[in-house]
């Protein structure tokens, strides 16, 4: 359970991260692609914590997961919008 906090945390952690360099002088697309490859790498964490711990977790990760989909998905929206491939 500990391991699921932790990653939880980790998860929301990356994301406020990543808004934070996206918000402070983003150099081009490469840069927010660095940020939606960490958000990439913190779903399949959760996908592993999950398997785990049985998915019993409430909901919780299932519901952090979503989140994380759609913060990649944004990610990649601001990507084709800065020019990038």
Known sequence: MKKTIA???????????GGIAVAQGVQDWHDIEKVRKHVHEAIHELETVQAANNYRMGGHAENAKNHLR?????????????GGE
Do not use: W
Not at 70 to 82: C, K, P, T
């Open 7 to 17: 990653v939880a945390v980790l998860s929301a952690c990356l994301s406020f991260v």
């Open 70 to 82: 759609i913060a990649e998905e944004e990610l990649h929206q601001a990507i084709m919008a800065a």
